[in-house]
């Protein structure tokens, strides 16, 4: 697959405090990546450092053969966290005016900005202005804004934050379209759900260090032990006896039963007894929400379990 980003070794530090520490990975040309973290971890700092907002203090970021201040910033599309349009400009006024900044054609622009707002139900709103539009609509804009030129690296920070579901279901379609057509996409999100729905592969980080970089699949079974959800009143000390369960977490009439890594579910599931309570029972991997609780938070159960972080 070709390699459309490369960063490696990328450090950064702010007075005393070490944001990045030597980190490395890669963006590949038609595939989602997600760059993952909790708050303060390093994410933000890594976009601006891709994006040239600020550079690194050692390490290197290549845009194919480009790298430093010879990247060309025009084949990079960025949706910021911190959304900002001007309020009193009309939409196609914006739109034009992000598209000349990239060096876009516009007569081009003009025909996909039709097309985008059409596409994305702002049909007709070409001459509103933006402090007229609604917060999702005001997003859908912006959104636009940063694939207007057809870039071919993709930069979205949270571009689900504060999307109703089928708002979400829209930015989800055209990211999906866009990585089919080519388009490089490194996505940062803290809804793990839609990173798990999304993403080809992921990378986390935690404290300016890398912990977790792969395939979601490679990750998977890596981290994700299966895990069986029981609905029923029973014993919590009788579950824990079950051949190999790790550890149980018990609320109300609901047991999950956490079990050892390499476990087969059919045979496994031989193993319970006959009386057991079982109104519902589900098993199933352990989510990428639990595995980001567990690094973010530090409680390392799945460490302790036998698993090593990235």
């Given at each position: ?61 290549t845009f194919h053969n480009h790298n430093g201040t010879g990247i060309p910033r025009n084949k990079i599309g960025y949706l910021p966290e911190e959304r900002g349009l001007y309020k009193n ?197 352990i989510s990428l929400h639990e595995i980001f609780i567990d690094i973010a938070t530090d409680k390392n159960l799945l460490k302790e379990e036998g698993v090593v972080h990235a």
């Amino acid at each position: 697959m070709e390699t459309m980003v490369t960063v490696e070794g990328l450090e950064k530090s702010f007075k005393d405090k070490k944001a990045l520490k030597g980190i490395s990975f890669e963006v590949h040309k038609g595939e989602i990546m997600a760059i993952l973290g909790p708050n303060g971890a390093g994410k933000s700092t890594t976009i601006r450092n891709i994006m040239g907002i600020m550079y690194p203090d050692s390490g290197s970021i290549t845009f194919h053969n480009h790298n430093g201040t010879g990247i060309p910033r025009n084949k990079i599309g960025y949706l910021p966290e911190e959304r900002g349009l001007y309020k009193n400009v009309k939409v196609m006024d914006i739109l034009l005016y992000l598209a000349d900044l990239k060096d876009y054609p516009i007569d081009k622009a003009k025909v996909r900005i039709l097309a985008y707002l059409k596409k994305f139900d702002l049909e007709g709103k070409e001459n509103v202005s933006v402090e007229e539009l609604s917060k999702g609509m005001g997003q859908k804009v912006q959104f636009i804004g940063s694939i207007i030129h057809e870039p071919e690296l993709l930069i979205l920070d949270e571009p689900f934050s504060g999307l109703d579901p089928v708002s979400q279901e829209i930015f989800k379609d055209e990211i999906r379209s866009l990585a089919n057509k080519g388009t490089a996409i490194l996505l940062s999100s803290h809804q793990m759900n839609l990173v798990e729905e999304m993403c080809d592969r992921l990378f986390m980080i935690q404290q300016g260090e890398k912990v977790i970089y792969g395939t979601l699949e490679d990750v998977k079974k890596q981290y994700a032990n299966f895990k069986c959800t029981i609905h029923g009143i029973n014993n919590i000390q009788e579950l824990e006896r079950i051949p190999d369960v790790l550890r149980v977490e018990q609320k109300d009439d609901s047991s999950v039963l956490h079990l050892h890594k390499d476990v087969e579910p059919s045979v496994w599931l031989k193993k319970l007894p006959d009386h057991l309570a079982i109104n519902e029972l589900k098993i199933n991997r352990i989510s990428l929400h639990e595995i980001f609780i567990d690094i973010a938070t530090d409680k390392n159960l799945l460490k302790e379990e036998g698993v090593v972080h990235a």
